[in-house]
């Protein structure tokens, strides 16, 4: 009982084509791979961040500043006050009017912590608008 596996004499043709299949096998791989990686690798801090929807309020003729200087005195426009007197000098700079913006301004060297006692101390005296002054900056250096 012998097998033959010669056909006779029939030559396979050699075939020059690549064979495409195990290089998209391991493309999609790859694919795999880099999709479970990348969201692995970028840094999120988890930040609860307060959403809002006002747009750029044009400034007022005459706004009314509130400076903290470094040393942690106030200042309303350019008279310094004390901080106990706060409420009666914004009182008295916006005629009781409680609806005017406060535009505050604070040194770069004040601590987070301090500035938010301000704003607590501009709430408590009832100035609920309250808007932050920033240096800006040219943006195309």
């Known amino acids: 009982m012998s097998v033959r596996l010669d056909h006779g004499g ?14 998209i096998d391991v493309m999609l791989v790859l694919l795999i791979i ?4 990348a969201p ?10 307060p ?3 006002t747009q750029r309020q044009p400034r007022p ?12 005195t106030f200042a309303v426009g350019d008279e310094p006050i004390a901080r106990s007197d706060l409420a009666a000098a914004l009182d008295q700079a916006t005629g009781g009017d409680k609806e005017q913006r406060v535009f505050l301004r604070a040194d ?10 301000v704003m607590n101390e501009l709430r408590g005296a009832g100035y609920l608008k309250v808007a932050l002054v920033g240096l800006e900056t ?3 250096r």
């Open 10 to 23: 029939v030559e396979v043709d050699e075939m020059h084509e690549i064979n495409v299949t195990p290089f």
């Open 34 to 37: 880099f999709m479970i990686a």
């Open 40 to 49: 692995l690798a970028t840094v999120d801090v988890a930040v609860d961040l």
């Open 51 to 53: 959403s809002t929807n």
């Open 61 to 72: 003729d005459k706004p009314l500043f509130l400076t903290v200087k470094p040393d942690l």
């Open 108 to 117: 770069k060297t004040v601590a987070y912590g301090d500035l938010m006692q």
């Open 138 to 140: 040219d943006q195309h």
